[in-house]
């Protein structure tokens, strides 16, 4: 079955979570490990971040909102004259997940006494962005399909981080059923990326981007947000 075939949307999420979701549910470490990641995201953070949880699924909830956006812009974006094999299935069923996303942390949201605030900044995914080749063809495609996997690649450690230690069950709960998602989603953009040229150069930029993304997340402030750093603490 291919990857496009396997994102299906579930009727609720705790009865039926997302077909990649049950292919790797209980992996936990193993997945982590095996994410290219080179920052690891320090037990701290999630200290941190669980100190104001209203304000952690806000931010959560923005980002899928813009993961969403994400995946329907690049739907129009396939290198010409066509898109490859599957490009608008893929890309719209990855926005239908980022949209069921939403729905499902906006829901825990408001029964926390919490509501979506209209303004959001995430000052790791603009400073990833500001490394997209721009105006350069099928390099600006590759290194926006990268950009979104590195994202999608470090919401799932974190999802993967709070799902396993997080003191608080019904957060735990969430992560542990959205952290699959993620990593299907994660493999979906570098293997589009790394269709687009030759293997020693999309290998080359991939590695380059891993180093600036480990770099960028390291420096974060420190904030109840998905993709914040641990500050000075």
Same mark, same amino acid.
Request: hydrophobic fraction near 40%.
């Given at each position: 079955m291919g990857v496009a075939?396997?994102?299906?949307?579930?009727t609720?999420?705790?009865?039926?979570?997302?077909?990649?979701?049950?292919?790797?549910?209980?992996?936990?470490?193993?997945?982590?490990?095996?994410?290219?990641?080179?920052?690891?995201?320090?037990h701290m953070w999630m200290e941190l971040v669980l100190r104001a949880p209203l304000l952690l699924l806000n931010d959560h909830a923005?980002?899928?909102?813009?993961?969403?956006?994400?995946?329907?812009?690049l739907l129009g974006r396939w290198p010409d004259p066509t898109p490859p094999d599957q490009w608008v299935q893929i890309m719209t069923a990855v926005a239908r997940d980022e949209c069921e996303h939403l729905a499902i942390v906006t829901r825990?949201?408001?029964? $926390?006494?919490?509501? *979506?605030?209209? @303004?959001?900044?995430?000052?790791?995914?603009?400073? #990833?962005? !500001?490394n997209v080749r721009l105006g350069r063809g099928t390099e600006e495609l590759m290194d926006r399909l990268f950009v979104s996997?590195?994202?999608?690649?470090?919401?799932?450690? $974190?999802?993967?981080? *709070?799902?396993? @230690?997080?003191?608080?069950?019904?957060?735990?709960? #969430?992560? !542990?059923?959205?952290?699959?998602?993620?990593a299907g989603h994660y493999r979906v953009f570098v293997?589009?990326?790394?269709?687009?040229?030759?293997?020693?150069?999309?290998?080359?930029?991939?590695?380059?981007?891993l180093d600036l993304e480990a770099a960028i997340i390291a420096q974060q402030p420190q904030y109840p947000g998905m993709h914040s750093g641990v500050g000075n603490e």
């Amino acid at each position: 079955m291919g990857v496009a075939a396997s994102l299906v949307r579930p009727t609720h999420w705790k009865a039926r979570p997302l077909v990649l979701e049950s292919l790797f549910m209980g992996m936990g470490n193993a997945l982590r490990n095996a994410l290219p990641l080179r920052y690891g995201t320090p037990h701290m953070w999630m200290e941190l971040v669980l100190r104001a949880p209203l304000l952690l699924l806000n931010d959560h909830a923005h980002l899928e909102k813009k993961a969403a956006t994400n995946a329907l812009e690049l739907l129009g974006r396939w290198p010409d004259p066509t898109p490859p094999d599957q490009w608008v299935q893929i890309m719209t069923a990855v926005a239908r997940d980022e949209c069921e996303h939403l729905a499902i942390v906006t829901r825990l949201l408001a029964r $926390r006494g919490g509501r *979506l605030t209209k @303004y959001h900044r995430n000052p790791y995914a603009t400073a #990833l962005r !500001r490394n997209v080749r721009l105006g350069r063809g099928t390099e600006e495609l590759m290194d926006r399909l990268f950009v979104s996997a590195l994202i999608e690649a470090r919401s799932c450690e $974190r999802f993967l981080l *709070l799902g396993e @230690y997080s003191p608080d069950q019904e957060l735990a709960n #969430l992560y !542990r059923s959205l952290h699959a998602s993620e990593a299907g989603h994660y493999r979906v953009f570098v293997d589009l990326a790394k269709d687009l040229g030759p293997a020693s150069g999309v290998e080359a930029r991939w590695s380059e981007l891993l180093d600036l993304e480990a770099a960028i997340i390291a420096q974060q402030p420190q904030y109840p947000g998905m993709h914040s750093g641990v500050g000075n603490e």
